[in-house]
């Protein structure tokens, strides 16, 4: 089944470049231990809420950016062995980063089952979303999550929504995904992602949307708290299947036996 490694992490926006650059040195060593693609995505309308929001999430500093990205693996064992390599060998992937571009300290991640995915997640435009969603929620929130799509998402526009059930979502010391959402006993967190044309195609969905709930229009019963749901916009920064089409692999030795992984190298 397919399993991704989901991310958010704060990039100074002078950075931007700097951050890109590393990520395409990155792509080939991924590439070579069985990822098939992966996908950085650059905040571009990102609301400060209410109780949780994506510039908490990271606790951004000002001038700083949200990067939200997933490493879409054929399962979650080609992906856990990916990850036990590239803990045994530390310098390669030091060197491919080159010079910290963000402070992997406030990065948050974890490792996701594919539960949903209907039509592309290949768009000019995405949303992203973190959910708390009860453990035992998890076929409702799928029901929701295929309702809304034919429903609202569809019919809007959008070229695809994608949902993925936290698996391995690890506790950190100064953020995580839980404290993301503010999740409680017995909460997984829900990753996600909409794909869309472009951001003007997004927006004119979201106010129809909008539109719609303050008419009255009848609402689903929510199997999550949306108070604690947070979303964003976000452009597009490196496709692997675009950016890293010529990238040639840095390393072909097999992936060693799975471990527990840490992408941002912060114990």
Same mark, same amino acid.
């Given at each position: ?26 792509? !080939? ?26 510039? &908490? ?6 001038? #700083?950016?949200?990067?939200? +990205?997933?490493? #879409? ?7 856990? +062995? =990916?990850? =036990?390599? @590239?803990?045994?060998? !530390? ?16 990065? @948050? ?6 539960? @949903? ?19 035992g929620n998890k076929e409702a ?6 309702? +809304?799509? #034919? ?16 698996? $391995?979502? !690890?506790?950190?010391?100064?953020? $995580?995904?839980?404290? =993301? ?25 979201? &106010?129809?949307?909008? =539109? ?17 749901? @947070?979303?964003?916009?976000? #452009? ?16 072909? &030795? ?11 190298g912060r114990g």
């Amino acid at each position: 089944m397919t399993y991704f490694t989901g991310s958010v992490t704060p990039v100074p926006k002078e950075n931007r470049d700097g951050y890109l650059q590393s990520l395409r040195r990155t792509w !080939p060593l991924m590439q070579a231990r069985g990822a098939l693609r992966m996908v950085e995505t650059w905040s571009e309308d990102v609301q400060p809420g209410k109780r949780t929001d994506f510039l &908490r999430a990271v606790q951004a500093q000002d001038g #700083e950016a949200v990067g939200f +990205a997933w490493i #879409e693996w054929p399962d979650k064992a080609t992906s856990d +062995a =990916a990850w =036990a390599d @590239i803990m045994q060998n !530390p310098d390669e992937m030091s060197q491919a980063m080159g010079q910290a571009t963000f402070d992997g300290r406030r990065m @948050i991640f974890g490792g996701f089952q594919s539960f @949903i995915t209907d039509g592309t997640d290949r768009g000019g435009y995405y949303t992203g979303f973190l959910t708390p969603v009860p453990e035992g929620n998890k076929e409702a929130f799928g029901r929701m999550a295929k309702s +809304a799509w #034919e429903e609202e998402f569809q019919p809007r526009g959008c070229l695809g929504n994608y949902e993925s059930w936290g698996d $391995d979502v !690890p506790r950190g010391k100064l953020t $995580d995904m839980y404290r =993301a959402v503010d999740a409680r006993d017995g909460e997984v967190v829900v990753m996600s992602w909409s794909a869309w044309p472009d951001r003007a195609t997004a927006e004119e969905a979201w &106010r129809g949307m909008a =539109a719609g709930m303050e008419a009255g229009q009848d609402m689903p019963d929510m199997p999550f708290d949306g108070k604690r749901m @947070i979303w964003a916009g976000f #452009e597009p920064l490196f496709d692997s299947e675009t950016d890293g089409r010529d990238a040639t692999p840095a390393a072909t &030795r097999a992936a060693t036996p799975a471990a527990t992984h840490d992408p941002s190298g912060r114990g």
